[in-house]
């Protein structure tokens, strides 16, 4: 697995007060990209290999997560919002007037993740049951799901993100479930890989992208079956906290904004998608 260090430092957070409906990239090839924070590593980097081509235009991008990047793009605050989940039907309505598209941009799964100490002492692989126990607060304990005895310290997202609304879909069955066995909220994938790698009894979900040797994926145990968390698991279709990775727009893209994206989703910015450690459009057997 790719781990992200380095990443986020590509990524130049501006903030734009601008107009109502007026489109950056089309006033000055100023291009701002606002959204998800498991999208932003592959755009940054996009964005600079990008300008080598076209050093008259600027991309700047914005972390702050799906739901963001939605209202950006529906709001027209930004020429492109970044989304690591499907558009909900709330803001296909909310946003009706701006005609949302989505584009593609790649492949990504969701893991539970432990701190390396848990993953150590044998806690390799949990059922659905057991981590939705976890996180419901039934189940308090490593000890009663064959760990250490040591109290779980559950972490969860804010409920915006578009991580957890992937995870909490398949884990709990609902995007919008609440988690009252959490001790803690996190934002960015950033942030939350660093809480649990400063803790020795943590769990929680990142992209995978976001697991290394400090931050542990968990295989999904199903019967006597173990689906490891790894992209060939993605690619063959068995792991199943997987996602589409999206950028939105409010209608067809124009101008600038439409060669950004036609960039991303060629060639080059498909092995952009795979450096950053994402899996590229055409890679998967569903």
């Known amino acids: 697995m790719l781990k992200p ?12 007060l601008l107009p109502p409906g007026a489109c950056l990239a089309a006033a000055n090839n100023k291009i701002l990209v606002e959204g998800s924070t498991t999208v932003i590593p592959i755009v ?7 300008r080598s081509i076209h050093p008259k235009v600027r991309i700047l991008t914005k972390a702050g997560g ?37 584009h593609i941009l790649g492949k990504d799964a969701v893991a539970p993740v432990v701190s390396s100490e848990v993953y150590q002492t044998g806690v390799r692989a949990l059922t659905k049951k057991q981590i939705g126990d976890i996180y419901l607060g039934k189940i308090v304990n490593w000890k009663e799901v064959g760990g ?8 969860d997202k804010e409920r915006h993100r578009g991580t957890r609304h992937v995870f909490m879909k398949y884990i709990l069955g ?33 992209s995978f992208a976001w697991i290394n040797d400090q931050v542990r994926g968990l295989g999904l145990r199903d019967g006597d079956r173990v689906i490891e968390p790894n992209l060939e698991s993605v690619r063959d279709g068995s792991f199943p906290i997987a996602r589409n990775l999206n950028l939105v727009t409010a209608g067809p893209p124009q101008g600038e904004v439409k060669g950004f994206i036609e960039y991303l989703l060629g060639p080059e910015g498909q092995k952009i998608v795979e450096e950053s450690g994402f899996i590229p459009l055409g890679e998967t057997h569903r």
């Open 5 to 16: 260090t380095g990443l986020l430092g590509v990524v130049l957070a501006v903030v734009f």
């Open 44 to 50: 940054s980097r996009a964005a600079e290999r990008y």
């Open 66 to 102: 799906s739901g963001v990047g939605a209202h950006a793009a529906g709001t027209k605050r930004a020429d492109i919002g970044m989304t690591s989940r499907e558009l909900t039907l709330h803001e296909i309505d909310r946003y009706k007037s701006a005609k949302l598209q989505t």
């Open 148 to 155: 250490p005895d040591r109290p779980i310290v559950v972490i």
């Open 174 to 206: 609902d995007a919008e479930a609440r988690a009252p066995g959490a001790r803690l909220v996190t934002g960015s994938n950033n942030e939350e890989q660093t809480k649990i790698a400063q803790s020795d009894s943590a769990i929680g979900m990142l």
